[in-house]
């Protein structure tokens, strides 16, 4: 960060455009074999192409934490937001059952509207929580919140319970399994 701070916003911009320019130009220069290439990833072991998942998931994260500080709201749809999202669908069964601790037996459905909207839920089973393939009618508790607040959330990014009393993120159901998921989303920093 010092080693910019004297430059003019323009300079930083025409560079990260450079840089960006070069980045892609390697990527799409990779074929099938190097994407499949076994190497480590900030979540453990995987491919260099699970790997750039990772990357584009923190390049949005961070895109929407500057949009926030300067007040441009913006970019919540599209191939980004996709790959962002569901990094946080495949979360979400560590959140509601060791973060939250949801009870055995019950259900959490997740509404996330907008731009990207997604439905999906969570159960706990014999102790574990899980994906379920279909969204029941009737969960234990209902959480609903457009993608960026969602995703302000579960990055750590927003006050759970600000975002509760205002109403951007709603729980329908138990209100106490739906406020312990809530509380619990930021499984990121």
């Known amino acids: 960060m010092l080693l910019r701070r004297g430059r003019s ?13 070069a980045r892609l130009a390697a990527l799409r220069a ?3 074999e190097a994407f ?7 979540a453990g ?9 990772i990357r ?7 895109e929407q934490d500057v949009r926030r500080a300067v007040g441009r709201p913006g970019h919540l749809s599209g191939a980004a937001v996709d790959r962002s999202l569901a990094n946080a669908v495949g979360t979400m069964p560590y959140v509601v059952g060791k973060r939250a ?48 607040t969602f995703m302000a ?3 750590g990014r927003a006050d759970p319970d600000e975002e509760l009393a205002t109403g951007r993120v709603a729980v329908y159901g138990d209100p106490e399994v739906g406020t312990a998921v809530v ?7």
């Open 101 to 148: 601790g949801a009870p055995e037996g019950a259900t959490v459905a997740f509404d996330v509207t907008g731009a990207t909207a997604r439905r999906w839920a969570v159960t706990v089973e014999g102790g574990r929580a899980k994906p379920v393939p279909e969204v029941p009618a009737e969960p234990t508790a209902r959480i609903t919140a457009d993608v960026g």
């Open 9 to 21: 916003g323009p300079e930083i911009v025409a560079e990260l455009e450079a840089v960006c320019a």
């Open 56 to 62: 584009v998931f923190d390049c949005w994260v961070h």
């Open 45 to 53: 072991p995987g491919t260099y192409e699970s790997f750039m998942g």
């Open 30 to 32: 990779m074929d099938d």
């Open 36 to 42: 499949a290439t076994e190497t480590p990833t900030p």
């Open 153 to 155: 959330l579960a990055c």
């Open 183 to 189: 509380r619990n989303l930021a499984y990121t920093i």
